[in-house]
Nanobody, 128 residues
Framework: QVQLVESGGGLVQAGGSLRLSCAAS????????MGWFRQAPGKEREFVAA????????YYKDSVKGRFTISRDNAKNMLYLQMNSLKPEDTALYYC?????????????????????WGQGTQVTVSS
């Protein structure tokens, strides 16, 4: 069973940067698309970014394009989210997500029902 453990969250001022990391267990990490979702208090969980198995294709929520970059290191079983120019509206609990099925594309990882495994989340708070 895959375990996903996020780290790197914290408190940052608006305009600042954070880098989230997700460590995945298991030998099949490289065969699944991966993504990041977030959930703010009182709101539903929403898609942020996704990446294909080899990292050649990425997909982003419109509001984070140009500010966030998703990447992966299959040799280390690691997923990353570099977040720059952070805004108060980026404040949320950020979750690492693994696709439910192989052959899932990055573009189709934007729906929570296509996620097979979730991490426990890491809190990102952006102050104004």
């Amino acid at each position: 069973q895959v375990q996903l453990v996020e780290s790197g969250g914290g408190l940052v001022q608006a305009g600042g940067s954070l880098r989230l990391s997700c460590a995945a267990s298991g030998r099949t990490f490289s065969t699944y698309a991966m993504g990041w979702f977030r959930q703010a208090p009182g709101k539903e969980r929403e898609f942020v970014a996704a990446i294909s198995t080899a990292g050649s294709s990425t997909y982003y929520k419109d509001s984070v394009k140009g500010r966030f970059t998703i990447s992966r290191d299959n040799a280390k079983n690691m997923l990353y989210l570099q977040m720059n120019s952070l805004k108060p509206e980026d404040t949320a609990l950020y979750y690492c997500a693994k696709a439910r099925m192989t052959f899932t594309t990055a573009q189709s990882m934007n729906i929570a029902s296509r996620v097979g495994s979730w991490g426990q989340g890491t809190q990102v708070t952006v102050s104004s």
